[in-house]
């Protein structure tokens, strides 16, 4: 929120969150019906996240990933996962999910026997991160807004 404006960080807050070791898109909003939907698993909002992993998954612990992991507060639901390059030691997924569980991408990760090293938020539903630079932040255009609306449900 210290890259915000002081007159609008009374008037916003967040949907969903980023922990520390985390970068990339976090949307604002004042609109609570929005936000609402766009943390609720029902509304199946789309978050990616780019997760670079020490080793490199085979296709078992990728379809692993794919049908949904079991942690200890329960089952993850299905996460979509390609493998989008592998250097050596290290391995740099594209990895997506609908529910937004505390440190989910990262415990998933470890559960199939991969520990995250860098992870970053590359999308929320129709919105992209881009090449938008870390600590700076942009105002939505009203097609983004409608089309985030549309993809939450809302009309």
Known sequence: MEFI????????FPVGRLDKDTSGLLLLTN???????CLHPSYHLPKTYRVTVA????????????GGVDLEDGRTGPAEVW?????????VLELTIHEGRNRQVR???GAV???????????????????????EWRELTAEEVQA??????LA
């Open 55 to 66: 080793g490199v998954p085979s296709q078992a612990v990728l379809r692993r990933l794919r």
């Open 5 to 12: 404006p002081e007159e609008w960080r009374s008037l916003l």
């Open 107 to 109: 415990r998933m990760c």
């Open 113 to 135: 026997g991969h520990r995250v090293l860098a992870l970053q938020r590359i999308s929320m539903g129709p919105l992209e991160l881009g090449d938008l630079p870390l600590g």
């Open 31 to 37: 609109n609570g019906d929005l936000a609402q939907r």
């Open 83 to 91: 493998l989008r390059e592998s250097c050596g030691e290290t391995a």
């Open 148 to 153: 985030l609306g549309e993809a939450c449900g």
